[in-house]
């Protein structure tokens, strides 16, 4: 038989895991928070070229050139900013989903300890 941890030993492994999950998610919701204001400047710019868009095809004979050209670039900015922002967010929830099932685990372990102490 394997001697069970101590609850001294148990609760203090359970303190420093969660500590670190916190620090984990402060570090993701850091870079979510960065992610979103890049992708709101990135959104300004975007709107701003949508202008001059608007004013080249006003401007120039070959206006419907340099629109599709420019539309193809915004269309890929976007789908890439797209493609960050999701890749942040998953990153963001299976930390917090890791975070959810260790802390459910350690919500077990702790319960079936309380009961092996009870019993004993």
Known sequence: ?????????????????????????????????????????L??????????????????NDADERLDTLRRHFNERLKEMERRYNDKERVWRETLGRLRLHLEAGGVDAEAMGSG????
């Open 43 to 60: 959104q300004n710019e975007n709107s701003f070229l949508k202008s001059e868009l608007e004013v080249m095809h006003q401007c120039s």
């Open 117 to 120: 102490l009870a019993g004993a």
């Open 1 to 41: 038989l394997i001697p069970a941890p101590s609850t001294e030993r148990e609760v203090a492994f359970l303190s420093s895991e969660l500590k670190a999950y916190q620090e984990q998610t402060l570090r993701l919701a850091r870079q979510l928070q960065e992610a979103k204001t890049k992708l709101e400047a």
